[in-house]
Structures are given as C-alpha cells and as structure tokens.
C-alpha cells in the first residue's frame, strides 16, 4: 500500500483527537464500569450496609444491578461502532458463524486447561489461603434463595460478560492496536494482559492471563470476536453449571 493509499484508508477509519475511535471506546467501556460501579456500591452501602452483590439471599434482583457495571464494558464499543466506525457486523464480526464456534469450542477448551494448570500452579506457590476464589464460589455458597435468580446467574456468567468483554477487550482495544500495525503476537499479549487485570482479583491474574491468551488465540485465529465470545463462553460454561452442584472449581470461570 503506497502513502496515498494508507492515508486513504486512514481516512476512511473514524478518528477522534487523531487517535482510532476503537480506543476511544475502549477507554470510555472502561471508564462508564469503575464510574457505574463506585457508584452503586457507595449507594448500597448506605443504603443496605456493607453491599456484596453476589450475596442474594434476601436481594434477588440486585443482581441485575451488580451487571450493570458490566453492560457499560460493551457499551462503549457498541456506541463508538455506530457512531465512528462501520457498525457491530463489519467492525467485530461479533455474530459467531460456524467456523467461528468450531475455533471457539477448542480455544475455550485450551482455556480451561491453561486457568485450571495456572490456578494450581499459583496454589503451589501462594498457598491455598493466599490465592483467592472466584466470585462464583461465593455465590454457591452463600445462596438460598430462588433457584430462578441463579438460573439469571448462569446466564450471565456464560452469555452476557463474554459479550461485553469481548467487545472490549477483544473488540475495540484488539482493532485499534492492530490499526496502528503492532505485530499480531504483542496485541495478542497485551490484550490477554488487560483481560486479567480487569477482573481485580491480583492472585488470580496469572490463570486469567492464560485464559486470556487461549481465548485471544480464538479472535486471533478467526479474525471475529464472535469466535472470542464463543471461546469466553466455552470457558465460563463449567463453572457455571457447578453453580447448581454447589461443588467444583469456580477459579475457572473467566466472568
């Protein structure tokens, strides 16, 4: 591609402040959830106490609430899409095709794998009271109430965070690297590497940041997020069915 060629192109991607739109958006997912989440949990601790929104034995539909910081992690990307770039098909490839769910289901597997040989990994190292659990194991062990709720529960462990992640972070941060020519492999790690630490869970980032990769190899690999969303899925699916077991190992579970 020659100079008047590239700055076509240039010119055809939505730019804001001279940078790709896709990280714009990113930083705007990222701030619309810390902002969203400071805010509900100041709100519920004074209005309930001390707020923990996976503890639903008498607050049920709060857990609705607790999403919300979550859907504003795809927010972001879906509004940059239709406002600065070419809308959610041609942008992120986000509706999974066939060949996407056939690289999904072995990426997503490569990241069950990879979470639960790091998670033990970090067990060796840590220590079994130093590495923390997953949210998910809280949840098992603390709910009593309508079956119904954790059915919700399991719906958005395996539907509605990879969706949102994946825009994200596999979305809008993956293309407006890509766009400024970093090599596949470093927006490959450098992805993965936000994917763990957006979770805030610091003894887990090294299981999540496999998964992270394992699940990246899966956009990688298909050129769609419908593929990265399919392979989040693939790996959150266990844990969440255990949710109705009350046993297993939640570590897995990507969120």
Excluded: K
């Amino acid at each position: 591609m020659d100079d008047r060629e590239d700055g076509g192109a240039r010119r055809r991607v939505g730019l804001v402040l001279g940078a790709h739109w896709g990280l714009l958006a990113f930083f705007a997912g990222i701030a619309g959830y810390y902002l969203v989440n400071l805010t509900i949990t100041v709100l519920m601790n004074r209005h309930l106490g001390e707020f923990d929104p996976l503890e639903l034995h008498d607050i049920g539909p709060l857990l609705l609430l607790a999403f919300l910081p979550n859907l504003l992690l795809g927010l972001g990307p879906v509004l940059g899409s239709r406002r600065w770039g070419a809308g959610l098909r041609a942008d992120f490839g986000l509706l999974p095709t066939w060949r996407d769910v056939r690289i999904g289901l072995a990426c997503g597997l490569l990241a069950l794998v990879a979470g639960f040989a790091l998670n033990l990994l970090s067990i060796a190292v840590y220590g079994t009271d130093d590495v923390t659990d997953s949210p998910l194991t809280d949840l098992a062990d603390t709910y009593r109430g309508d079956t119904g709720w954790l059915v919700l529960a399991a719906v958005i462990v395996v539907l509605g965070a990879p969706v949102t992640e994946e825009l994200l972070v596999r979305g809008t941060l993956w293309n407006g690297l890509s766009w400024y020519r970093i090599p596949p492999w470093a927006v490959l790690a450098l992805t993965a590497l936000v994917f763990a630490q957006l979770h805030g869970e610091p003894t887990r980032v090294l299981a999540l940041f496999g998964q992270g990769l394992a699940i990246g190899l899966a956009r990688h690999l298909s050129g769609r997020v419908g593929a990265a969303v399919v392979a989040h899925a693939a790996n959150n699916l266990p844990p969440a069915v255990f949710l109705f077991v009350g046993t297993g190992d939640f570590s897995l579970a990507a969120h």
